[in-house]
Nanobody, 123 residues
Framework: QVQLVESGGGLVQAGGSLRLSCAAS????????MGWFRQAPGKERDLVAA????????YYADSVKGRFTISRDNAKNTVYLQMNSLKAEDTAVYYC????????????????WGQGTQVTVSS
């Protein structure tokens, strides 16, 4: 059974940092892209950052470029999202997801999802 478990969310002041982690069950990590999505109340779920298997290709939404960094440790079946210089508009539920493909930027190809972790940035 495919399992993705996020952790690291919480409440932080604007300008602060958080690091999200996503632990994947064995066997689902192999050679496929991983990504982080977010969904704010009343808005669609959007792809925020994604990374291919070996970390040579990444995708970032324009709104987070220069502030967020995605990385993965394949030996630990874990993907991370380092979020710096957080803004109130970053407030959302953040979801870890696994793609069906190796390309990180194809949002429609992400089919396995974690339960989400809340990130709240106070201004």
């Amino acid at each position: 059974q495919v399992q993705l478990v996020e952790s690291g969310g919480g409440l932080v002041q604007a300008g602060g940092s958080l690091r999200l982690s996503c632990a994947a069950s064995r066997g689902i990590f192999d050679r496929l892209a991983m990504g982080w999505f977010r969904q704010a109340p009343g808005k669609e779920r959007d792809l925020v950052a994604a990374i291919n298997w070996i970390g040579s290709s990444t995708y970032y939404a324009d709104s987070v470029k220069g502030r967020f960094t995605i990385s993965r440790d394949n030996a630990k079946n874990t993907v991370y999202l380092q979020m710096n210089s957080l803004k109130a508009e970053d407030t959302a539920v953040y979801y870890c997801a696994r793609s069906r493909t190796t390309a990180p930027d194809r949002a429609s190809e992400y089919v396995y999802w974690g339960q989400g972790t809340q990130v709240t940035v106070s201004s």
